[in-house]
């Protein structure tokens, strides 16, 4: 018995004494028809690409920056030493 108990399930619902009891959506669902099929598919398809954007909204910005960085780094670095 102590064995078979470890992979048991215990389910408790606790509830004010007159509320209403609502009923318990089952976890199988239906498949979708086709038209909700193709409507998410384009969410999915929508969502990507506006993250696409929202991340190149930040890479752009940094890259603008690591290359004003690196062209300055470069132009100060290729300017000969003055003789006093």
Known sequence: ME?????????????????????????ARERPSLGEAWDRAIDGFLGVIFAVVVGLGYLIPLAAIAFAIGFGYRRYRARPASAA
């Open 3 to 27: 064995n078979q108990t470890s992979l048991a399930t215990i389910d408790v619902s606790l509830r004010e004494v007159g509320a209403v009891v609502g009923i318990r959506q089952t976890m």
